[in-house]
């Protein structure tokens, strides 16, 4: 199997910063996409960056020019750089991966448990 598991979420004033990490482990052959999604209640879960294993990023326009997305290949870890965080950047993020357990192509989708993260105004 593979677990996600993230780190880095909080509470911070708007304009304040956060970086999220996500390393994935377990039964890993290769991992394509890495990205972000974020979910208010209510709400549908919404991209906000995603990531190839060649490097290429993928940003929702509400983040673009404020959070950087990026990896590191060697540990299986994906990190999301905040800055000049909102209130309306408060939200669960939720990390996810498209692994290849294999040498198969074969590829499965794997979900880390969400981080909590408030911005107060």
């Known amino acids: 199997q593979v677990q996600l598991v993230e780190s880095g979420g909080g509470l911070v004033q708007a304009g304040g910063s956060l970086r999220l990490s996500c390393a994935a482990s377990?039964?890993?052959?290769?991992?394509?996409?890495m990205g972000w999604y974020r979910q208010d209640p209510g709400k549908q879960r919404e991209l906000v960056a995603s990531i190839i294993s060649g490097g290429k990023t993928n940003y929702a326009d509400s983040v673009k020019g404020r959070f950087t997305i990026s990896r590191d290949n060697t540990k299986n870890t994906v990190y999301l750089q905040m800055n000049s965080l909102k209130p309306e950047d408060t939200a669960v993020y939720y990390c996810?991966?498209?692994?290849?357990?294999?040498?198969?192509?074969?590829?499965?989708?794997?979900w880390g448990q969400g981080t909590q993260v408030t911005v107060s105004s």
């Open positions: 377990g039964s890993i052959f290769s991992v394509n996409v």
């Open positions: 996810n991966a498209d692994v290849r357990r294999t040498s198969s192509i074969a590829t499965y989708r794997y």
